[in-house]
Nanobody, 115 residues
Framework: QVQLVESGGDLVQPGGSLRLSCAASGSIFRINRMGWYRQAPGKERELVAVITSGNTNYADSVKGRFTISRDTAKNTVTLQMNSLKPEDTAVYYC??????????WGQGTQVIVSS
C-alpha cells in the first residue's frame, strides 16, 4: 500500500503562484503513475495533471499554467501552479496508481485563489 501526504496549499491572489508537493511512502516501488486531482465545492473531482514514466498529461484548463514533475529518488511529485485564477480554487489531492492498479489518495490540501 502507498501513503501520500500533500503540502503547499494556501491562499493566493489571482495571477500568483503556488507549489504543491506530495510525498509517497510504503510500497512505492509499485507506483507507475502519479498525479493531482482537484475538487471544488459542489463539483466532482477532476483530473488536473498526471505523470507516468516520461509522459505528462494536463487538463485543458491548466495547460500552459501548471507543471507536474516527479522526483523518484525523493519519492515526491510536485505541481507548480502559475497564473492562478479564482476558478482554480479547490481541494487538491495527490494520487498514485501502482502496478496492481490499486489507487491511493492523499488527504487533500486547500488552494484558495482570491483577492
Amino acid at each position: 500500500q502507498v501513503q501520500l501526504v500533500e503540502s503547499g496549499g494556501d491562499l493566493v491572489q489571482p495571477g500568483g503562484s503556488l507549489r504543491l508537493s506530495c510525498a509517497a511512502s510504503g510500497s512505492i516501488f509499485r507506483i507507475n503513475r502519479m498525479g493531482w486531482y482537484r475538487q471544488a465545492p459542489g463539483k466532482e473531482r477532476e483530473l488536473v495533471a498526471v505523470i507516468t514514466s516520461g509522459n505528462t498529461n494536463y487538463a485543458d484548463s491548466v495547460k500552459g499554467r501548471f507543471t507536474i514533475s516527479r522526483d523518484t529518488a525523493k519519492n515526491t511529485v510536485t505541481l507548480q501552479m502559475n497564473s492562478l485564477k479564482p476558478e482554480d480554487t479547490a481541494v487538491y489531492y495527490c494520487y498514485a496508481r501502482d502496478t496492481l492498479n490499486v489507487d491511493s489518495w492523499g488527504q487533500g490540501t486547500q488552494v484558495i485563489v482570491s483577492s
